[in-house]
C-alpha cells in the first residue's frame, strides 16, 4: 500500500493489526486518501516513526490534521499506516501552517492537537498572522476573539484611532487639539492595556 514517501507491506501480521485498529485493507487505503495532505495550507504533519528514523528509513505520510474531529481516531489512522510495527513509536519528523508552539518531534499530545483545530477554525475568519501576533503574548486561544481589535500600522495610528471613537479633542480643546501628544497617550495605552503584535495587530491585554 503506498503512503507519500515508502509503502506499507500487506503481510499477514499487517492485516491482524489492521483489524486489531478497526481497519481492514480497502478501508486504510480509504482513509490514506482521506486524511493525507497534499501540503496546500491545512495543518499537516508528517507522521514516521523512531524505528523507521533510525534505520535510515523517512517512510510515511503528511496527514492534514482538520481530516479528524478526534484525537484518538488521528492516532489509532496513526497507528495503521505503521501497522508493519507491533507497537510504533510515532514521529512527528515535520509539520506546516500551524505555530510552532503546538508541535514537538515527540508527538502531539491531544492538547495541542485541539489548539491546532481551534487555530484552524479561527483562521477561516481573520488573518493567520494576526493569530500569530496573540500568540506571541498569550497562550490559550479561546479569548482571542474577545481580545483582538483590529490592524494598525502603529500605536500612534491606533492612539488616533482611539481619540477620534471616544473623544471630542476639538470641542473640548478647541484650537489646542492640535497640540495634543498623541505619542505619549499611544506610550500609555500600550504599558499595560493593550498590546501590539509583530504583524501590527493590537489586542486587549485586561
Known sequence: MKLQFGELKISPRVV???????????????????????????????????RKYNEGSLRGLW??????????????????????????????????????????????SREDFLNILKFSELCENYDAEAIYDYL????????????????WNSEEDFARHII???YDLERAMGSLAMYFDYERFAYDLFIDGYYRGEHGNVFRVN
Open 16 to 50: 491482524d493489526r489492521l483489524h486489531e485498529l478497526d481497519f481492514t485493507v480497502p478501508e486504510l487505503e480509504s482513509a490514506i486518501a482521506d486524511h493525507k495532505s497534499d501540503c496546500d495550507g491545512a495543518p499537516s504533519v508528517y507522521v514516521g516513526t523512531y
Open 63 to 108: 496527514i492534514d490534521l482538520t481530516s479528524f474531529d478526534d484525537y484518538d481516531e488521528f492516532i489509532n489512522f496513526c497507528l495503521a499506516i505503521h501497522a508493519d510495527e507491533d507497537d510504533p513509536e510515532l514521529m512527528a519528523q515535520d509539520y506546516e501552517e500551524f505555530p510552532r508552539d503546538y508541535y514537538t518531534e515527540g508527538f502531539i
Open 136 to 151: 506571541e503574548r498569550f497562550d490559550e486561544l479561546d479569548d482571542f476573539e474577545e481580545a483582538f481589535i483590529g490592524h
Open 164 to 166: 477620534d471613537e471616544c
